[in-house]
């Protein structure tokens, strides 16, 4: 398969994309750049000038945003094979609202804002796929919110590390311990008092990156 053929697929995999004729599909593929990242890479910066969005096609990025003060970031979102994002600003036309990170070896495919919006001129019934993703958006802030009023540290770490399980009971964390911290939104320390605690109390073990499951319910249940 080449790789436009590629591109395709991957922007036809979105929901963003997904109602798009294959004509339109075929423009916007071939305008579209691979781009390969290494861990840590910085695919964008807070502040950056936006000129296109992205889809995952391998690998995990993470969209953060850090404290002005001492630069300690807070990890709002994590992006997997499928995801889109960068899109914020071509509909607004704003620098870049966070950061672009890639946590393991990571490849993305970057489409231009130009031929997107082309597209919607055309087709503008297709700007209802924006909305969509737009009301996923606030709905995960929405739920991140409620997190962080309603559970507390340990909670909210019990939620993460399920959330990042994917439902195995056996899984190699995907993040390092600052990184987590960052996803929680509490200390490295605070994190790590939790996660010692569900060790303690025989829910969870852990070797390195690599955990275990051994009580998913009081996982669950302390994650509520």
């Known amino acids: 398969m080449g790789d436009a053929d590629t591109f395709r697929d991957a922007l036809a995999g979105t929901d963003f994309f997904a109602d798009a004729s294959s004509d339109t599909l075929d423009a916007l593929a071939s305008a579209g750049v691979e781009r390969d990242l290494i861990r840590g890479d910085t695919l964008f910066a807070e502040g950056d000038p936006p000129d296109a969005l992205y889809v995952v096609t391998q690998g995990r990025l993470a969209i953060a945003i850090a404290n002005p003060i001492d630069r300690r970031e807070t990890v709002v979102a994590l992006m997997e094979p499928g995801d889109l994002f960068g899109e914020l600003g071509m509909l607004d036309d704003r620098p870049r609202s966070a950061m672009a990170r890639a946590l393991e070896p990571s490849r993305v495919l970057a489409v231009p804002y130009e031929p997107v919006v082309a597209m919607f001129q055309t087709h503008p019934t297709l700007l209802w796929n924006v909305t969509r993703l737009l009301a996923q958006r606030l709905r995960a802030m929405d739920e991140a919110l409620a997190d962080s009023v309603f559970l507390d540290v340990t909670g909210r770490t019990a939620k993460r590390l399920l959330e990042l399980a994917d439902g195995k009971d056996q899984f190699m964390l995907p993040v390092t311990q600052e990184e ?45």
């Open 180 to 224: 987590l911290a960052g996803m929680v939104g509490a200390s490295r320390e605070r994190v790590n008092k939790a996660i010692a605690s569900f060790i303690r109390l025989g829910w969870l073990d852990q070797r390195d990156r690599q955990y275990s499951i051994l009580q998913r319910d009081r996982l669950e249940l302390r994650a509520r």
